[in-house]
């Protein structure tokens, strides 16, 4: 009887589950759409999104934008690249005493040998791509934890390889901001920050910046590759989480570890800079270093305005040549991002007063969109000194749209969505700020005193 009722009624069952299979499949879809438009954060998302220490803090939602880019963002993207100046460093000086490393992959030894007195690459950066990938998707080889500093890090090696990157891992949501009764100087660091810095790096065509990349973890691997000593400190929480503790100053202890969910955990990987035996830098004071004290919280150059006309200016590597330039650029770079955390700066020692300044540790930024420091900005607003070539980069951000423009690069990251959406709007406005600075100092000076390009002691030293 069954069988007789299957047989005549065939087509109209077949039709009846065509229905139900196609109106699931839109409410899925439906579904999906919505929680991607909202932003919420389902439970599968914990494991690579990033978590405040308390474990039974809600996640919440994070407002952002599309990860993906569509063409149209894709192709304004390219067109901005394509507009900056490509020419070479000048002289074309570069690192002629680097010497091939067998334990070094080919790419990096490429990349290493662009190295120059203006920049890490060359205008053109054709193997910087390329070693992105290899620390983005390399098979990890090595793990061992970087004693000292505030905040849990590690050294990892790839492919068999003696070369290394620091690898810091995500310990809170990427959408709160800096804690008001944090000082700067103990701020919890965001490796989502370190990403989306590297990305405005390249923006600006500063190109001082080491390829940092994001990527997604498993504890459970770096505790197999760990060494003894730091491989104890990995632990299973109540929770069933792997988690791992480290050494540091801050936040190495049994309460404050770094927990998966349950075994992954987003993280940075920045590429370490070339070895010191070839490549001796020079570690020099900021001029406009904060206090780094709880008692005396703000530095002499925060009180007077006139700093920089009294007291940098007299200083011989900043009243001749490119160094004041370089803590112009150095000022631009981290009032975009909002990085207070600028103490001391570093140069290539073989180069000299012709050296560039080293971009590095940019941990603590991006950690407040509603604010704008303008401390930070202080060089440019008390020296009236800029760069022309920065110049021009800033006008043009500001016509093709920073945030737009640093969204659309930070999009196809393993870490996507990398910034909450206001920080993108803080960007541009961050920009704005500046181009009125510079714009008032060329209004009260002149052009010919704030750029480069009309100072003599600049040409001449080139």
């Not at 919440?60 to 507009?83: D, Q, W």
């Not at 890490?120 to 080889?141: D, I």
């Amino acid at each position: 009887m069954k069988i007789n009722f299957l047989k005549r009624h065939k087509r109209q069952l077949l039709v009846l589950t065509l229905l139900v299979v196609t109106s699931s499949w839109l409410l899925v879809t439906f579904l999906a759409s919505k929680a991607r438009c909202t932003g919420v954060i389902s439970n599968r998302d914990m494991t690579v999104f990033g978590w405040l220490l308390e474990n039974d803090q809600e996640i919440g939602t994070l407002e952002h934008k599309s990860s993906r880019p569509s063409y149209r963002n894709v192709r304004m993207l390219r067109a901005y690249f394509a507009s900056l100046p490509h020419q070479e460093p000048r002289g074309g000086v570069t690192f002629h005493r680097y010497q091939p490393d067998g334990h070094v992959p080919a790419v990096l030894d490429k990349f290493y040998r662009e190295i120059n007195q203006d920049a890490l690459c060359t205008a053109k950066c054709k193997w910087r791509s390329a070693v992105e990938t290899l620390v983005r998707h390399g098979n990890m080889s090595y793990v061992t934890t970087k004693k000292g500093g505030t905040q849990l890090k590690m050294f990892v090696g790839f492919e068999n390889s003696t070369y290394y990157g620091l690898l810091k891992p995500q310990r809170m949501r990427k959408d709160l901001q800096m804690f008001p009764d944090h000082y700067y100087f103990t701020d919890i660091e965001r490796p989502n920050a370190e990403v989306a810095a590297y990305h405005v790096d390249k923006l600006l065509n500063f190109r001082r910046v080491m390829p940092t990349v994001g990527r997604v973890i498993d504890l459970r691997e770096m505790r197999q590759l760990a060494e003894d000593k730091f491989k104890k400190t990995f632990f299973t929480s109540p929770g069933n989480n792997t988690c791992v503790i480290g050494q540091c100053s801050y936040y190495c202890e049994s309460e404050t570890p770094v927990c998966g969910r349950p075994h992954l955990v987003e993280a940075s990987i920045a590429l370490f800079l070339p070895d010191t035996t070839t490549h001796k830098r020079k570690t020099i004071k900021h001029p406009f270093k904060r206090t780094y004290s709880k008692r005396n919280l703000e530095a002499l150059w925060e009180k007077n305005e006139t700093y920089c006309e009294t007291s940098v200016k007299n200083e011989t590597m900043y009243s001749k040549g490119r160094r004041i330039y370089d803590i112009a650029d150095l000022a631009v770079f981290d009032f975009i991002i909002d990085n207070m955390d600028r103490h001391h700066y570093e140069i290539w020692e073989s180069f000299g007063d012709h050296s560039s300044i080293l971009h590095l540790d940019q941990g603590r930024s991006f950690g407040r969109f509603e604010h704008d420091d303008l401390s930070i900005i202080a060089p440019v607003r008390q020296c009236c000194k800029m760069r022309w070539s920065t110049w021009q980069t800033l006008l043009r951000l500001q016509q093709f749209g920073l945030g737009d423009l640093l969204h659309d690069s930070l999009a196809d990251e393993l870490i996507a969505p990398v910034l909450a959406d206001q920080h993108y709007r803080a960007v541009d406005r961050r920009l704005e700020t500046i181009i009125d600075i510079v714009s008032q100092c060329a209004q009260k000076n002149t052009k010919e005193q704030v750029f480069d390009i009309f100072d003599a002691t600049v040409n001449s030293s080139i």
